[in-house]
């Protein structure tokens, strides 16, 4: 990925094209396909919806239920594009929403709970991260047992209902607004872009592509492989624990089912941006931003619409389907 | 990386060509025998532990508890180990190939047609569901893991959009066979077997069974001698659906009324007692007997938390962490057979 000397870049490089050509050109890439998704959704909205589909209130409860997704999503890109995947997120979201609930309820300093929750997530991506690169096992059967495991502490955890919590700090993040803005959306966008810096601009976001793309050339090129790996599922960890510490903030409470299935529609959207599961390497958090957006513009038809909301899954499946086809064509690994 | 591998996961482990390939008869045994050794020593320990917590647990009642669960378990990670074995990585949509199965038989029994319609109906929805799931995994060129995920949500989103529930005719032949025993252990527990059994010999014997084994070994070795690939991968989801599509029958026949989710809570529980039974997901290489006594291992821990007195959610606890050791020890197997 780095290219040591200059003449072999211009050796590689595509020839300049004119401006037109090259604007074209970016759009039969991830990008063009996405924003063309997003696009036909934001259309279909108007049409179906009306002018008030882009409404300002509108706008702002799609902007609130897409920035905790965002978050978690962004920073399990990471992963991604390291080459591993971490199925567990959406059980870790849960788990973390769970134990900082609980916790608070029992009348601990929120600050501190909140540090424990994190904590819990760090160890939860360093368990993932123990088995996944100590022992080369496969990311996703690992993963898909942490899924169950928390899954299955948080239903241990909470019986009944559980107990409602508010915690001012907490509230004003997630419920308030800066000139208009929801904060909380402020924050996912922050975050979304401060990663795709780290991830197109420094250092490290070139060797965690370069582990991505392909693993056995970046250990050749000196790049630790598995300690990539590990800060890699760890922030993915992390960010799913802040996440539930968040929807803690939104809701005043966690059940023992939050964040069911959130890892298939943040999966999806990711693949919908750009990423691949089967591939690390590619993608950028933008491309996961416009993917995620894409999710809630739908998941937002069909909550205007009074349409059963079990369209969502169905839509997101044939789009998911036909994002992996799109990106097979454009290049990416083909099964057999 | 055109073959199964879903990312590559180590730079120094598996997939060297020829330290993988060994014919399943030739070194294979030793290596199944001792899974099954440790997978059955596993699995007395479990039980010696509750019976000194909770001397009752040695009952008739654990006994048709256990072979109860391992019935339609067996029968799906039958299914996933078809899949797992030749090379397609994961079935994730199981779950939807078990329940629509059961409904397609429930809603052909509640229209007032025989017992001998209704089971066929179910097995080839199952079928159906799997070609499905195999056309677009050979015909788009994608990986099943994704396909099937999506697939399996969908599946699940468009079976809560057409019913809420199904419930068996409380007088059907189905279901009185359902509540029936046989030499002490429940109807439904024989059919698994006999999945087993001839599943095992149908991968040892026949030449299907030896090409889906060579085919998920070494696709590129095989697809080079001469098996066709695309129809090897077809006919793998075809006929794992089958075997699902049966115990979606079976489903419906020992539960009076269900819900589309119902069958989210095999998931897991199969893939890992696949995986524990030495099934590796890199494909090629399982023993089906060894998957038997890995089921019942999986199926005995619900009932020994029962036992313990603990809340059932533990169940969950424990079936995931012996998943996330399961892969542990095969990937570790794995990275030493690829040195």
Same mark, same amino acid.
Request: aromatic fraction near 8%.
């Given at each position: 990925?780095?290219?040591?000397?200059?003449?072999?870049?211009?050796?590689?490089?595509?020839?300049?094209?004119?401006?037109?050509?090259?604007?074209?050109?970016?759009?039969?890439?991830?990008?063009?396909?996405?924003?063309?998704?997003?696009?036909?959704?934001?259309?279909?909205?108007?049409?179906?919806?009306?002018?008030?589909?882009?409404?300002?209130?509108?706008?702002?409860?799609?902007?609130?239920?897409?920035?905790?997704?965002?978050?978690?999503?962004?920073?399990?890109?990471?992963?991604?594009?390291?080459?591993?995947?971490?199925?567990?997120?959406?059980?870790?979201?849960?788990?973390?929403?769970?134990?900082? !609930?609980?916790?608070?309820?029992?009348?601990? !300093?929120?600050?501190?709970?909140?540090?424990?929750?994190?904590?819990?997530?760090?160890?939860?991506?360093?368990?993932?991260?123990?088995?996944?690169?100590?022992?080369?096992?496969?990311?996703?059967?690992?993963?898909?047992?942490?899924?169950?495991?928390?899954?299955?502490?948080?239903?241990?955890?909470?019986?009944?209902?559980?107990?409602?919590?508010?915690?001012?700090?907490?509230?004003?993040?997630?419920?308030?607004?800066?000139?208009?803005?929801?904060?909380?959306?402020?924050?996912?966008?922050?975050?979304?872009?401060?990663?795709?810096?780290?991830?197109?601009?420094?250092?490290?976001?070139?060797?965690?592509?370069?582990?991505? @793309?392909?693993?056995?050339?970046?250990?050749?090129?000196?790049?630790?492989?598995?300690?990539?790996?590990?800060?890699?599922?760890? *922030?993915?960890?992390?960010? *799913?624990?802040?996440?539930?510490?968040?929807?803690?903030?939104?809701?005043?409470?966690?059940?023992?089912?939050? /964040?069911?299935?959130?890892?298939?529609?943040?999966?999806?959207?990711?693949?919908?941006?750009?990423?691949?599961?089967?591939?690390?390497?590619?993608?950028?958090?933008?491309?996961?931003?416009? =993917?995620?957006?894409?999710?809630?513009?739908?998941?937002?038809?069909? #909550?205007?619409?009074?349409?059963?909301?079990?369209?969502?899954?169905?839509?997101?499946?044939?789009?998911?389907?036909?994002?992996?086809?799109?990106?097979?064509?454009? /290049?990416?690994?083909?099964?057999? | 990386?055109?073959?199964?591998?879903?990312?590559?996961?180590?730079?120094?482990?598996?997939?060297?060509?020829? =330290?993988?390939?060994?014919?399943?008869?030739?070194?294979?045994?030793?290596?199944?025998?001792?899974?099954?050794?440790?997978?059955?020593?596993?699995?007395?320990?479990?039980?010696?532990?509750?019976?000194?917590?909770?001397?009752?647990?040695?009952?008739?009642?654990?006994?048709?508890?256990?072979?109860?669960?391992?019935?339609?378990?067996?029968?799906?990670?039958?299914?996933?180990?078809?899949? $797992?074995?030749?090379?397609?990585?994961?079935?994730?949509?199981?779950? $939807?190939?078990?329940?629509?199965?059961?409904?397609?038989?429930?809603?052909?029994? #509640? #229209?007032?047609?025989?017992?001998?319609?209704?089971?066929?109906?179910? +097995?080839?929805?199952?079928?159906?569901? @799997?070609?499905?799931?195999?056309?677009?995994?050979?015909? =788009?060129?994608?990986?099943?893991?994704?396909?099937?995920?999506?697939?399996?949500?969908? =599946?699940?989103?468009?079976?809560?959009?057409?019913?809420?529930?199904?419930?068996?005719?409380?007088?059907?032949?189905?279901?009185?066979?359902?509540?029936?025993?046989?030499? /002490?252990?429940?109807?439904?527990?024989?059919?698994?077997?006999?999945?087993?059994?001839?599943?095992?010999?149908?991968?040892?014997?026949?030449?299907?069974?030896?090409?889906? +084994?060579?085919?998920?070994? !070494?696709?590129?070795?095989?697809?080079?001698?001469?098996? !066709?690939?695309?129809?090897?991968?077809?006919?793998?989801?075809?006929? *794992?659906?089958?075997?699902?599509?049966?115990?979606?029958?079976?489903?419906?026949?020992?539960?009076?009324?269900?819900?589309?989710?119902?069958?989210?809570?095999?998931?897991?529980? $199969?893939?890992?007692?696949?995986?524990?039974?030495?099934?590796?997901?890199?494909?090629?290489? /399982?023993?089906?007997?060894?998957?038997?006594?890995?089921?019942?291992?999986?199926?005995?821990?619900?009932?020994?938390?029962?036992?313990?007195?603990?809340?059932?959610?533990?169940?969950?606890?424990?079936?995931?962490?012996?998943?996330?050791?399961?892969?542990?020890?095969?990937?570790?197997?794995?990275?030493?057979?690829?040195?």
């Amino acid at each position: 990925m780095t290219t040591t000397a200059t003449p072999a870049t211009t050796l590689f490089d595509d020839p300049v094209l004119p401006a037109h050509r090259r604007i074209l050109n970016s759009f039969r890439g991830p990008v063009g396909s996405i924003t063309a998704t997003l696009v036909v959704t934001l259309l279909v909205g108007l049409i179906w919806v009306g002018p008030s589909f882009f409404s300002p209130s509108n706008i702002q409860i799609v902007g609130v239920s897409v920035a905790i997704p965002l978050i978690v999503g962004v920073m399990a890109s990471f992963a991604l594009l390291a080459g591993v995947v971490d199925l567990s997120i959406g059980s870790m979201v849960g788990f973390g929403a769970v134990i900082f !609930n609980q916790l608070v309820a029992a009348g601990l !300093n929120a600050w501190l709970v909140a540090l424990i929750t994190v904590v819990v997530g760090v160890v939860v991506g360093l368990t993932n991260a123990f088995v996944i690169v100590r022992f080369g096992a496969e990311p996703l059967a690992v993963t898909l047992g942490m899924l169950t495991l928390l899954r299955g502490l948080s239903q241990v955890i909470v019986v009944n209902a559980p107990p409602s919590t508010l915690i001012e700090p907490l509230y004003n993040v997630t419920q308030g607004a800066i000139a208009g803005f929801p904060t909380l959306l402020l924050i996912g966008i922050g975050v979304t872009l401060i990663a795709a810096g780290i991830v197109s601009k420094t250092r490290i976001g070139r060797k965690v592509q370069a582990v991505g @793309g392909d693993d056995r050339a970046a250990a050749r090129a000196g790049i630790s492989v598995s300690k990539v790996r590990v800060i890699a599922l760890v *922030a993915s960890s992390v960010g *799913a624990a802040v996440g539930g510490i968040l929807y803690v903030g939104q809701l005043g409470s966690a059940s023992n089912v939050l /964040g069911t299935g959130l890892e298939f529609q943040i999966y999806a959207a990711l693949m919908i941006g750009g990423y691949s599961i089967t591939r690390g390497g590619v993608g950028n958090p933008i491309g996961g931003l416009l =993917g995620l957006l894409v999710v809630a513009g739908i998941t937002n038809i069909l #909550n205007v619409t009074f349409t059963d909301p079990n369209y969502l899954d169905l839509i997101t499946a044939a789009i998911l389907l036909a994002a992996v086809l799109v990106d097979r064509f454009r /290049g990416g690994d083909s099964f057999e | 990386m055109t073959t199964s591998l879903i990312t590559p996961a180590d730079p120094a482990a598996p997939r060297s060509p020829g =330290g993988k390939t060994r014919r399943p008869d030739s070194r294979g045994l030793p290596v199944s025998a001792r899974d099954a050794l440790s997978i059955a020593g596993v699995w007395v320990a479990l039980i010696v532990a509750t019976t000194i917590v909770r001397p009752d647990f040695l009952s008739t009642q654990s006994l048709l508890a256990i072979t109860f669960t391992m019935s339609i378990t067996g029968i799906l990670a039958v299914s996933q180990a078809i899949i $797992v074995i030749s090379g397609g990585l994961l079935d994730l949509s199981l779950p $939807v190939s078990l329940i629509v199965s059961a409904w397609a038989t429930v809603t052909v029994l #509640n #229209n007032g047609l025989p017992t001998w319609v209704a089971i066929p109906v179910g +097995i080839l929805t199952g079928m159906a569901w @799997g070609a499905l799931n195999g056309i677009i995994v050979v015909f =788009g060129k994608l990986n099943p893991i994704i396909v099937t995920l999506a697939t399996g949500f969908g =599946g699940l989103a468009v079976m809560l959009i057409f019913f809420k529930s199904a419930q068996i005719p409380a007088q059907s032949d189905l279901r009185l066979y359902g509540l029936g025993r046989f030499l /002490g252990l429940p109807n439904i527990f024989w059919p698994m077997v006999m999945v087993i059994v001839l599943g095992g010999l149908a991968f040892a014997y026949t030449r299907w069974g030896r090409r889906l +084994i060579a085919v998920g070994g !070494n696709a590129s070795a095989a697809k080079a001698r001469g098996i !066709n690939l695309r129809r090897m991968r077809l006919g793998s989801f075809i006929g *794992a659906g089958a075997v699902a599509g049966l115990a979606g029958v079976m489903f419906s026949a020992v539960t009076p009324s269900f819900t589309p989710a119902a069958g989210a809570s095999f998931q897991l529980i $199969v893939i890992g007692a696949v995986i524990l039974a030495g099934i590796s997901l890199s494909g090629g290489k /399982g023993n089906l007997l060894v998957l038997l006594l890995s089921i019942g291992f999986f199926a005995t821990i619900p009932t020994s938390i029962a036992f313990f007195g603990l809340a059932p959610a533990w169940a969950l606890v424990f079936q995931g962490a012996l998943l996330i050791i399961a892969v542990g020890i095969d990937g570790y197997r794995l990275k030493r057979t690829a040195r």
